[in-house]
């Protein structure tokens, strides 16, 4: 689901413990969906404040790494364990800045 946000079961560091469904759920029917790596706050550096907005999960600051959107295989990514539906309009922002310079 589109906001639904995934435990990373591949983050061997620690650094990246969520994975951000970004996917319209439109595309459902697709093996694949679109994901952005939600990284530790304090393991990311200095986010750029569109590209890389930071959100609260599981009482842990997160930080979008849009730059580093990739494609997984559905099955892989399990039930979501939180929503950020609630902060769409930002996360398509910075999805919008990634494609466009917007």
């Known amino acids: 689901m589109q906001c ?3 435990r990373n079961a591949e983050d061997d560091t620690g650094e990246i413990p969520f ?3 970004v996917q319209a759920d439109l595309l459902s029917d697709l093996e694949t969906r679109v994901v952005v790596p939600l990284v530790r706050r304090a393991a990311f550096g200095r986010p750029a404040s569109r590209l890389h907005p930071v959100f609260t999960v599981a009482d842990e600051q997160v930080v979008m790494a849009t730059h580093l959107v990739a494609a997984v295989r559905r099955r892989f990514l399990g039930a979501p364990v ?3 539906e ?3 309009d930002v996360i398509i922002a ?3 800045v990634l494609w466009s310079g917007v």
């Open 86 to 88: 609630d902060q769409r």
């Open 4 to 6: 639904g946000v995934h």
């Open 19 to 21: 994975l951000l469904d």
């Open 94 to 96: 910075a999805i919008d």
């Open 82 to 84: 939180f929503s950020l």
